[in-house]
């Protein structure tokens, strides 16, 4: 069964943190390659940041230095700390899964990944 579902989501002034939550299923959680993309409206899917199941991560340029992402293998989830937030950042902020290790521009490639959640809306003003 296969489930990814966010949290963590709000509205937060320009400069503020929050973290946002992926709860997995163990099935989907594995070993694998767990992600956070965002989608803006009339704007593509842009990947954010990726961590393998040894830990190694990838971040987009856009938000490097500010956010973080992390896993708790205990709990079949993954968390992503977004600190100094910008209006800009302001979208939908989606889980996703990829069977396996993360594959090389992993977050230039959208289509690869095999599971996805709903979202969680992040607004910045």
């Known amino acids: 069964h296969v489930q990814l579902v966010e949290s963590g989501g709000g509205s937060v002034q320009a400069g503020g943190s929050l973290r946002l939550s992926c709860a997995a299923s163990?099935?989907?959680?594995?070993?694998?390659?767990m992600g956070w993309f965002r989608q803006a409206p009339g704007k593509e899917r842009e990947g954010v940041a990726a961590?393998?199941?040894?830990?190694?991560?990838y971040y987009a340029d856009s938000v490097k230095d500010r956010f973080t992402i992390t896993r708790d293998n205990a709990k079949n989830a993954i968390y992503l700390q977004m600190n100094s937030l910008k209006p800009e950042d302001t979208a939908m902020y989606v889980c996703a899964a990829y069977l396996g290790a993360c594959p090389v521009t992993v977050l230039a490639r959208p289509k690869v990944w095999e599971f996805w959640g709903q979202g969680t809306q992040v607004t910045v003003s």
């Open positions: 163990a099935d989907t959680y594995n070993n694998n390659c």
């Open positions: 961590i393998n199941g040894g830990g190694s991560t």
